[in-house]
């Protein structure tokens, strides 16, 4: 079965611009989570969705914000990039939400300029 | 504020020996833990995990110890393969936290052939 696709790749923006990041899950997965990976941080939990509500929030600022559409599909929003918002961000689907049945995809490397 | 912790960056080992990755946390309320591995250019895959009614989990090469009293976890890969050399995130994750999982930052494993 299809992996977890995670458009664009690569993603280069300047200060002050915003970006949308888009996340297809496993057909079938209805938990889509959003996490951020910097050099030193790991992986910080930005938010999930679950059958098109946010069911749970990291401590990120208001500027990032995401959605979950009816296909389970999922965007992430970045508004007024800051240089600090460089990083992979790496979506994971999973039938219920639970970690151990995270399959994640290859990730968004998004540079700010 | 980091909750889990993962104190080495790096680590080699030579082919056929024991690699013991650690991870520590801060959060008694942790009931749940799992290890990923990451390669380059791709997402964390799920390696192994733990729940904190037992001490020890096994899945073939792998083996994770959890010491609840001294809020360590460890993974063990025995014997280690030139194949195992990439990068292990420990997480873990409480009931009251929903599914929000919390990373460390991860460690660097070398396996010399």
């Known amino acids: 079965k299809a992996g977890v696709t995670q458009t664009p790749r690569y993603l280069i923006k300047t200060r002050g611009q915003q970006v949308t990041l888009s996340c297809s899950p496993i057909?079938?997965?209805?938990?889509v989570s959003w996490y951020q990976q910097t050099p030193g941080q790991g992986l910080q939990f930005l938010f999930e969705y679950f059958s098109e509500t946010q069911r749970n929030k990291g401590n990120f600022p208001g500027r990032f914000s995401g959605r979950q559409f009816s296909n389970s599909r999922s965007e992430m929003n970045v508004s007024t990039l800051e240089l600090g918002d460089s990083a992979l961000y790496l979506c994971?689907?999973?039938?219920?939400?639970?970690?151990?049945?995270?399959?994640f995809g290859s990730g968004t490397r998004l540079t700010v300029v | 504020d980091q909750q889990v912790k993962q104190n080495s960056p790096s680590l080699s080992v030579q082919e056929g020996r024991i690699s013991i990755l650690n991870c520590d946390y801060t959060n008694s309320m942790f009931d749940y833990f799992l290890w990923y591995k990451k390669y380059p250019a791709e997402g964390p895959t799920f390696l192994i995990s733990i729940s904190s009614i037992k001490d020890k989990n096994e899945d073939g090469r792998f083996t994770v110890f959890l010491n609840k009293s001294a809020k360590h976890l460890s993974l063990h890969i025995v014997p280690s393969q030139p194949g195992d050399s990439a990068v292990y995130f420990c997480?873990?994750?409480?009931?009251?936290?929903?599914?929000?999982?919390?990373f460390g930052t991860g460690t660097s494993l070398t396996v010399i052939p």
């Open positions: 057909s079938g997965h209805r938990s």
């Open positions: 994971a689907s999973s039938i219920s939400g639970t970690g151990y049945g995270y399959t």
């Open positions: 997480a873990a994750s409480a009931r009251d936290t929903g599914n929000q999982f919390y």
